[in-house]
């Protein structure tokens, strides 16, 4: 074994990636369950819905394709070609930060779950941008 390799430079990018959107997919479920323990977030959801204009079945269903964008992340960043991989996971990087960040709770499990979810991103935007041709 090559002693001068980094773990992540022993990983396939598409693993990688693929790997921290699974992270990313996972702690996204679990800041949405563990916020419906929260006294009154029903009412929460509701008086969000209002002040953006859409009701709580519209917002609903953005927080569902979010939550499904990250599922296809996994397996596209497993089976796309590398150039549309590597677009994908950068922008889709970014558009999943500001989801979460945007529609950001005040509780301190959100806040944790966020900069988790925050730093597994910004990897996988950074892997990406660094991903070069010849590279699995």
Same mark, same amino acid.
């Given at each position: 074994?090559?002693? /001068?390799?980094?773990?992540?430079?022993?990983?396939?990018?598409?693993? &990688?990636?693929?790997? +921290?959107?699974?992270?990313?997919?996972?702690? &996204?479920?679990?800041?949405? @369950? &563990?916020?419906?323990?929260?006294?009154?977030?029903? $009412? $929460?959801?509701?008086?969000?819905?209002?002040?953006?204009?859409?009701?709580?079945?519209? +917002?609903? &269903? !953005?927080?569902?394709?979010?939550? $499904?964008?990250? @599922?296809?992340?996994?397996?596209?960043?497993?089976?796309?070609?590398?150039?549309?991989?590597?677009?994908?996971?950068?922008?889709?990087?970014?558009?999943?930060?500001?989801?979460?960040?945007?529609?950001?709770?005040?509780?301190? /499990?959100?806040?944790?779950?966020?900069?988790?979810?925050? #730093?597994?991103?910004? +990897? #996988?935007?950074?892997?990406?941008?660094?991903?070069?041709? !010849? $590279?699995?």
């Amino acid at each position: 074994m090559d002693t /001068h390799t980094t773990p992540t430079q022993r990983l396939d990018t598409r693993v &990688l990636l693929s790997t +921290l959107w699974i992270v990313v997919m996972f702690n &996204l479920l679990k800041a949405d @369950i &563990l916020s419906l323990f929260i006294p009154g977030a029903a $009412e $929460e959801v509701a008086k969000t819905a209002a002040q953006i204009g859409v009701t709580a079945p519209q +917002l609903m &269903l !953005g927080a569902a394709v979010m939550g $499904e964008l990250a @599922i296809v992340m996994i397996i596209l960043s497993r089976v796309s070609k590398r150039g549309i991989s590597r677009w994908a996971n950068i922008v889709m990087g970014i558009v999943t930060m500001a989801y979460i960040w945007g529609g950001a709770a005040a509780f301190p /499990h959100y806040t944790f779950i966020a900069i988790v979810e925050t #730093i597994c991103l910004a +990897l #996988i935007v950074w892997f990406a941008w660094t991903w070069r041709k !010849g $590279e699995a």
